[in-house]
């Protein structure tokens, strides 16, 4: 029999949720204040791959002799045609037997009525351990917010069991209900009333997942705005969070953000920490207590560099994606007509392509060689040749046995007879021409002029396959582009600036000693161009300012550039800003380099608004260029591809003045490929600039240059940081 009191319990319950009152009830002054008194919680971003957070969850409950209990309803109530959707339990149960569990059951209903029942939670009672799959966490809600379940899943706390759940199992465990609402997943606050409230497991927060892979970083801001008593934590996937009172750890492959409203932020940082496995937060005090390096917490001002991976860690993640990049392989080669690709890697003359295609590993054999074959119905064959024995490489190609090598190109070609042969020939850029005279006679005489005759440039190959960004290289990149905004914002500062005695060498070599103190090298020279009122400008032959010479000495009043990238894990940033150095008796930067600054921004704005995937790079530009002149901007684009290269392969966006002697009115050459389209999910440098008349200046022009790495997404560009809004001003 329902109880009667329930409705009503209910109903207060989502009354204090919308006059703010965030939790269920208040917990003991002595007590834990956020997590469960007795017991923990197990709390995954989605995509649970990791055997030692099952295990872990495990553990917690007792092991595998302990009593589970697994809920799959966030998987759904109802089917897409509205009719009941029926769980069967030995599926959902099969991969916890398949764990080792000896005593595990599930529980499901669509009926609330029937989660308040007693026969229902008969089971849980006696539960050790409850894990919620993923799924729609209001399809947990609808079951079983307010009925005896719910109460029996505290109960299992309060007894000192543990809770788990990924995905949506994670979210349900918070206070407020992220992404709750009915319409989608992409509303982060549902409109609806009874889709607000989470099962209050982690007092006080507010926690989403798959923040890594579905760029959701930034979305619990504006929750936390609204709400700023909570605690935001953004899971990635393959990651989780143990909560023990009001401490919890990292765990996983990747990050966790924290985010925390009492805790201040500079104006160009996200308002958010970033844990990494092994970490440990203490949600109470509001600060990390252990460094999962075994380090104790930083203690820097904010805005100190993000975490990077060490040497080992990264070679074990870009390896991870090797895997996934080798997934992609025969569709490519089917789809640009590749029977056989073929990378040959020179000792002490590296290919770029080789640390993509092949474990990124140093190789030093006279000539290493790694074969993709499109097998037909046996799908993609890998093959490796190389001088000395790898057993990494053993994991991803097959090898010929000891003493085959000699023979094993000519089998293989034999073997497959593929109708073409690509090679790092013919191509417009460095990495699709990388196949050096040498190697392409040792090709040609190993595999005989049958199948010379079947070689082809594999340049569109290689720039499909470089231009395609994973999921998984989100979140490095993104830790690459702050450390990069870190330097620089340092660079462009009185730390490393004295107007009238700092040169432009000094500026330059800092960064690079900075760079190597965060393991991280320049992928090209530090530049920096100072502009001076009544100096002319000198321009390069495409219209740039001319770098600025190491010995000249920065003075006030300049206006400085700085051009700087770094690269981290076989990915690029590219970053430019600009600093006003103070003259005497100013405080800030006169308002006609304010305007000009603007005018850059406007610039900004225009080009990510009207870019959307599969859109013409031409027409992007025209569209960009056409709002400039409509408001009286002067302006130029050159933004380029980002990725495995600074100037990496893909669809550049160009709209800049004719060079001096360029002769008017050429005609496109007819024979020209096709302008490229942009490219879902693609990484750029917005590089750009305006020129504007100052009037504080006499009218001189100055020229406000700016570069961000943006990402695209079906809206337009983002930008991966906060891009510059203001001057950095140098005292």
């Known amino acids: 029999m329902t109880r009667k009191t329930r409705p009503a319990a209910l109903a207060a319950l989502l009354l204090s949720w919308t006059f703010g009152l965030a939790g269920q009830a208040a917990a003991p002054s002595t007590g834990p204040e956020y997590g469960p008194a007795k017991g923990a919680l197990v709390i995954a971003g989605g995509a649970l791959k990791d055997p030692s957070i099952y295990q872990k969850f495990i553990d917690l409950a007792g092991g595998p002799s302990a009593r589970f209990i697994i809920v799959p309803t ?32 599930m529980l499901h209903t669509h009926d609330k009525r029937a989660a308040d029942t007693e026969e229902f939670v008969k089971d849980l009672r006696l539960a050790d351990a409850v894990w919620f799959d993923g799924g729609r966490q209001w399809n947990i809600v609808d079951s079983y917010a307010g009925t005896r379940t719910y109460d029996e899943f505290h109960k299992v706390l309060e007894r000192g069991g543990t809770i788990g759940g990924s995905s949506a199992g994670a979210t349900i465990q918070g206070d407020f209900l992220v992404r709750g609402a009915v319409a989608g997943p992409s509303i982060v606050m549902a409109p609806e009333p009874e889709h607000q409230k989470a099962f209050c497991f982690l007092r006080k927060s507010a926690i989403d997942q798959h923040v890594n892979t579905r760029n959701r970083w930034d979305d619990l801001i504006p929750v936390i ?8 934590i953004g899971l990635s996937e393959d990651t989780a969070i143990i909560v023990q009172g009001d401490r919890f750890e990292v765990m996983g492959r990747w990050k966790v953000a924290v985010h925390d409203h009492t805790r201040p932020y500079q104006p160009w940082e996200k308002p958010y920490l970033v844990l990494s496995a092994g970490d440990v937060y203490d949600m109470r005090a509001r600060r990390v207590e252990k460094l999962g390096t075994g380090a104790s917490p930083r203690t820097a001002a904010p805005g100190a560099p993000p975490a990077l991976l060490t040497r080992a860690e990264q070679i074990r993640v870009r390896e991870g994606w090797l895997a996934k990049r080798h997934e992609m392989l025969l569709p490519l080669l089917r789809k640009h007509g590749v029977g056989m690709w073929v990378v040959v890697n020179e000792e002490f003359h590296d290919d770029p392509l080789t640390e993509f295609v092949a474990p990124p590993r140093p190789y030093c054999g006279n000539r290493d060689l790694f074969l993709f074959v499109d097998a037909g119905e046996a799908g993609l064959k890998k093959f490796a040749l190389t001088g000395y024995s790898e057993e990494t490489v053993e994991r991803f190609f097959e090898v010929p046995p000891p003493g085959g090598s000699a023979k094993a190109l000519g089998e293989w070609f034999d073997r497959f007879k593929p109708p073409t042969i690509a090679l790092g020939v013919g191509g417009r850029r460095g990495v ?12 040609a005489g190993e595999l005989g002029p049958e199948a010379e005759k079947r070689f082809v440039s594999a340049a569109a190959l290689i720039e499909d396959y470089l ?22 914002r340092r660079a462009l500062s009185n730390e490393v600036i004295t107007p009238g005695r700092t040169t432009v060498g000094e500026v330059r070599r800092w960064l690079f000693s900075q760079s190597g103190a965060l393991d991280l090298d320049p992928w090209f020279q530090p530049d920096l161009r100072l502009q001076r009122r009544g100096a002319a400008d000198e321009k390069t032959g495409r219209g740039f300012l001319q770098v600025a010479k190491e010995a000249m000495v920065i003075e006030r009043g300049d206006v400085i550039h700085l051009d700087f990238g770094l690269t981290y894990m076989g990915l690029n940033s590219d970053w430019q800003k600009m600093a006003y150095v103070l003259r005497e008796g100013e405080t800030d930067a006169p308002a006609g380099l304010k305007r000009a600054l603007a005018n850059t921004n406007a610039l900004q704005d225009a080009l990510a608004r009207v870019s959307r995937p599969d859109k013409s790079v031409v027409e992007v530009a025209d569209e960009t260029m056409a709002e400039m002149k409509a408001k009286g901007i002067t302006a130029m684009i050159y933004s380029h591809p980002l990725g495995n290269q600074g100037h990496a392969l893909g669809a550049s966006i160009n709209a800049r003045p004719s060079p001096p002697g360029a002769k008017p009115g050429v005609k496109p050459d007819p024979n020209a490929p096709p302008p490229k389209r942009l490219r879902l999910g693609s990484y750029l440098a917005m590089e750009l600039n305006t020129s504007t008349p100052v009037p504080e200046w006499g009218g001189q022009a100055v020229t406000m240059m700016a570069e961000d790495p943006v990402h695209l997404t079906p809206d337009g560009w983002k930008f991966f940081r906060p891009r510059q809004e203001a001057l950095y001003i140098i005292k």
Not at 432 to 443: A, I, N, V
Request: proline letters at 5%; aromatic letters at 10%; hydrophobic letters at 40%.
């Open 74 to 105: 966030a998987g759904g109530n109802r089917t897409e045609k509205g009719e009941i959707r029926v769980f069967k339990e030995e599926a959902v149960i099969a991969p916890w037997v398949a764990r080792g569990l000896k005593n595990v059951k």
């Open 432 to 443: 699709t021409r990388s196949l050096t005279y040498d190697s392409y006679k040792y090709l």
């Open 467 to 488: 231009d395609t960004r994973l999921p998984e290289e989100f979140e490095p990149y993104a830790a690459l582009v702050q450390a990069t905004e870190f330097l620089a």
């Open 225 to 232: 705005q609204k709400m700023p008593e909570l605690l935001g």
